[in-house]
Nanobody
Framework: QVQLVQSGGGVVQAGGSLRLSCTASVRTFSNYAMAWLRQPPGKEREFVALISRGGGSTDYAESVKGRFTISRDGAKNTVYLQMSSLKPEDTAVYYC?????????????WGQGTQVTVSS
């Protein structure tokens, strides 16, 4: 069983930056690809970013490419999402997820979610 605990989030003005963190309680953090997804108000959950088990590969949704950066720290069992040039349409509940495979659509464990609100 993997527990994912998220931190960060909050309210930020458009154009600002924010960093989300997600810490995994697991001995074998390196066995999991890690991802961030989000659910805007009234919409379906959508993929945001993905990082491979070793951190050597990343994948981003077109809507965040060039503005968001996913990274991971194996020593801290933590994955980050650095968000810059935020837009009101980035407002959503953000979730981290762990996956045994490097995939945009298949996840095994989820964090609790954290609200990000971007004001115009």
């Amino acid at each position: 069983q993997v527990q994912l605990v998220q931190s960060g989030g909050g309210v930020v003005q458009a154009g600002g930056s924010l960093r989300l963190s997600c810490t995994a309680s697991v001995r074998t953090f390196s066995n999991y690809a890690m991802a961030w997804l989000r659910q805007p108000p009234g919409k379906e959950r959508e993929f945001v970013a993905l990082i491979s088990r070793g951190g050597g590969s990343t994948d981003y949704a077109e809507s965040v490419k060039g503005r968001f950066t996913i990274s991971r720290d194996g020593a801290k069992n933590t994955v980050y999402l650095q968000m810059s040039s935020l837009k009101p349409e980035d407002t959503a509940v953000y979730y981290c997820a762990a996956a045994r495979t490097y995939s945009r659509t298949s996840y095994d464990y989820w964090g609790q979610g954290t609200q990000v609100t971007v004001s115009s």
